[in-house]
């Protein structure tokens, strides 16, 4: 039986809408949620990623601040630009566009970033809070979609065997943080699979929840999923394609066509957890704006998001 699609596309949706309910309510009680994005250099992908963030924080009312630095900009400057955004009490949220380009101190950066105000989840006070279980922490986006996802299908992991492929300190990690806590939708048994892991595929088949981010283009085979797995593909990879109008495809980390003949439910590349990264960043902006302005719980509650 094929498993049944998760549309990414459609929970964003709900959640981009849910946001734009929110932001309005608080911007009519005196508080519009600001945004704050960084990009330092020309790197076409974080121009397409920066655009498509701003476009999507103006749909939901959110106040979008674009800041555009050379690729030369020494750390001093970078430094000051974030300063600037910390002390601005009409920005609620930053996010300084990743990677750097080279020279740049990325480490330094982040950890400037005051951590109520790190969207991203990545300072190391927020990735402290999360693996803590405190509901202050700030959750990265792509892991919090995730499981956002989960709960929009009605899948609980709790008690059930969770195997996230990859480590990464933007997705792997964080995810296994958040599927460990105390709290609907997690509380799952989390093993957390990488690079050295010997014999991958007899850990992955124990996984009734699946989860691939290392950005291999299809690593995930049928042979390597559960019947009836839930499987998130986290990967974005571009493969050669010549029969392809721009020379190259999507395709994720997971081989879909025949995962999808075991899987029970399954993230199609594209529309699957793509479109929530963003949807998860605006609810991000939204909790630190009412956070910010006294009438909030954290980001990592459902309730306290949109
Ligand atoms: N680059 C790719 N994904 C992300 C993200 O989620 N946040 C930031 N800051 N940079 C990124």
Request: with cysteine; proline share 7%; charged share 25%.
């Amino acid at each position: 039986m094929a498993a049944e699609l998760i549309d990414g596309r459609a929970v964003a949706r709900d959640v981009r809408r849910e946001v734009a309910e929110g932001t309005a309510e608080l911007t009519a009680a005196g508080t519009r949620p600001g945004l704050a994005v960084v990009l330092v250099g020309e790197d076409p992908a974080s121009q397409v990623y920066v655009r498509m963030k701003t476009r999507a924080c103006e749909e939901a009312g959110i106040e979008a601040r674009d800041t555009k630095l050379p690729a030369d900009t020494p750390q001093a400057e970078l430094e000051a630009v974030v300063d600037e955004l910390n002390a601005d009490p009409d920005v609620h949220a930053i996010l300084v566009q990743l990677p750097l380009p080279e020279g740049l101190d990325e480490k330094a950066i982040v950890e400037r970033v005051r951590p109520e105000k790190d969207v991203d989840g990545l300072h190391p006070v927020n990735v402290g809070r999360l693996a803590l279980g405190d509901p202050a922490a700030i959750r990265p986006c792509t892991p919090a979609g995730v499981q956002e996802l989960l709960r929009r299908i009605g899948f609980d992991p709790e008690g059930r065997r969770a195997v996230i492929v990859g480590r990464s300190n933007l997705v792997g990690r964080p995810l296994a943080s958040i599927l460990l806590q105390r709290e609907p939708f997690a509380n799952a048994t989390v093993t957390v699979a990488h690079s050295r892991t010997r014999d991958l595929a007899a850990v992955t088949r124990e996984a009734e929840l699946l989860v691939a981010a290392v950005g291999r283009p299809e690593l995930i085979t049928a042979d390597m999923v559960r019947e009836g797995a839930v499987v998130i593909d986290v990967g974005v990879n571009r493969v050669d394609d010549p029969s392809a109008e721009k020379g190259y495809r999507l395709v994720g980390d997971v081989a879909f066509d025949e995962v999808r003949k075991r899987a029970g439910w399954i993230t199609p590349v594209p529309g699957g957890v793509g479109p929530m990264t963003i949807a998860m960043l605006l609810r991000n902006t939204l909790a630190a704006a009412r956070r910010a302005a006294g009438r909030t719980v954290g980001a990592a509650s459902p309730a306290g998001g949109a």
